[in-house]
């Protein structure tokens, strides 16, 4: 391809695409859609609004190459946008065979997939080459040699994680991507299509949108509680197999694990396309929104309700217990939902509604009846109780030993141990009382290095 026609290849292959249109519209392709539309319409007699333009389509990309944090260079970054693009196709391959699909659908895959591997394949630093010598041509050498070295840098790429190397298992360098539509097909099927094929943990804010650095907390990292973590676990299990399995209220004191157990069971089975999928209390109202939503897509989702608590019996509390039980539109089979709360009735009660309950009412007993009927539409309670002084020695220390605080090694280890456990006591009492979140935060002071307030 000669290099004064490479734009314009470019371009027609951007604009030639069809099921996977949508990716022009991503930040990344579409600044590099509007760099390759000027770098066609310049030429070395540039006027002088052209060459501003050009200057800061070159910059608008690099800054989206930087932004774009899906892989470290280029060929990864278009892989990644094909394989989470959310499209008819990637659908209705998350769903069924390739074989079973329309041969029309898949000969236009088939050759969006070519086009996309062309512009993956395009090497940033002949393209910024391009760039520089026509900013150079214009008499801007100090730019054209910064676009340059830029170039370089956005070729050299980084070291390759191991989601970006998968990447290249299924779209191969230097082959046809378009013959990697079974390839494509069959990663499609075991993960899922779109975002949730792509990430484990998402949010939902109008739409469902990744968490791209979750807390990865894991099962050996908690202490304690094993009672209630093995009723998630094989409620989870049962959940993952599509057998029957009930939506989870876990309640109790704060800072006793309730979140980092949900989090911890839904990682464990993050490998076998459950997804969990965080629904903020402000967004409990688009709540048959975001399960029409994840209806539609063939993964399993826990639905995260963190902190559940409402100050009334509102439409949000309504709405939430007319989906868990009651109403005319059902749970999706692939959606469970998964909440906690400091209170066990969820609704705050006052002392007023005891002393004059449902004042004004002719039956103010169904009014109090209604603020507590909302957990009991949760098929499992499970209790989280702050620990008495043993358990929480008991969590501190396994923390201490985790993280090499602890020696059994050491000259006098009972004395370490005495010491550790004295100063956990202190803790507890000059902060914020017993509990799981408390341990952590003691041990993580201790692994600082930094010298306790009493000393």
Not at 101 to 114: E, I, K, S, Y
Not at 127 to 152: F, Y
Not at 387 to 409: D, T, V
Request: aromatic letters at 10%; one cysteine or more.
């Amino acid at each position: 391809m000669a290099d004064e026609d490479l734009p314009f290849s470019l371009l027609a292959c951007l604009e030639g695409l069809t099921v996977f249109s949508h990716l022009k519209k991503t930040r990344l392709l579409k600044r590099f859609r509007e760099l390759l539309r000027i770098l066609h319409r310049v030429s070395s007699e540039l006027f002088s609004t052209d060459v501003l333009h050009l200057l800061e389509e070159w910059a608008g990309f690099v800054r989206a190459f930087h932004v774009d944090s899906s892989a470290s260079e280029w060929y990864g970054k278009v892989a990644s946008l094909a394989i989470g693009d959310d499209n008819p196709f990637t659908r209705a391959a998350g769903a069924r065979e390739l074989k079973v699909l329309d041969d029309g659908l898949c000969g236009a895959v088939r050759m969006d997939l070519h086009r996309l591997g062309v512009l993956a394949a395009l090497d940033l630093e002949v393209l910024a080459g391009r760039v520089a010598d026509l900013l150079a041509a214009a008499g801007l050498e100090d730019a054209g040699n910064a676009a340059r070295n830029e170039g370089l840098y956005l070729a050299a790429g980084k070291k390759k994680s191991p989601g970006e190397k998968a990447l290249f298992k299924i779209f191969p360098r230097e082959k046809d991507w378009g013959a990697a539509l079974p390839a494509f097909a069959g990663y499609l099927r075991k993960n899922g299509a779109g975002l949730p094929g792509r990430y484990a943990t998402l949010y939902w804010d109008g739409r469902l949108l990744p968490v791209r650095h979750p807390d990865t907390v894991r099962l050996g990292d908690l202490y304690e509680y094993g009672g209630q973590r093995a009723a998630v676990l094989a409620n989870t299990e049962a959940f993952v197999r599509g057998r029957p399995a009930n939506n989870l209220l876990l309640y109790g004191d704060s800072g006793t694990g309730k979140s980092a157990t949900v989090k911890a069971v839904c990682g464990e089975y993050a490998g076998r396309g459950l997804r969990l999928v965080e629904l903020r209390k402000k967004d409990i109202l688009k709540i048959s929104e975001v399960m029409e939503t994840l209806a539609s897509r063939t993964a399993r989702f826990v639905l995260f309700i963190d902190d559940l608590s409402f100050e009334e019996a509102d439409s949000s509390f309504t709405s939430l217990k007319a989906l868990l039980e009651g109403g005319a539109e059902a749970r999706p089979r692939n959606v469970i939902i998964y909440a906690t709360s400091n209170r066990r009735h969820l609704v705050k009660e006052r002392l007023a509604d005891r002393q004059n309950p449902g004042e004004g009412e002719v039956r103010s007993f169904d009014s109090i009846q209604e603020q507590f009927s909302l957990s009991d539409r949760f098929g499992v309670t499970l209790v989280f109780m702050a620990p008495n002084q043993e358990e929480y020695l008991a969590i501190a220390c396994f923390l201490g030993e985790k993280r090499g605080l602890i020696k059994p090694g050491a000259a006098d280890p009972e004395a370490v141990r005495e010491r550790f456990c004295g100063n956990a006591l202190r803790w507890e009492k000059w902060f914020n009382g017993r509990s799981p979140r408390t341990a952590v935060q003691y041990v993580d002071w201790v692994e600082s290095g930094a010298a306790f307030p009493w000393e």
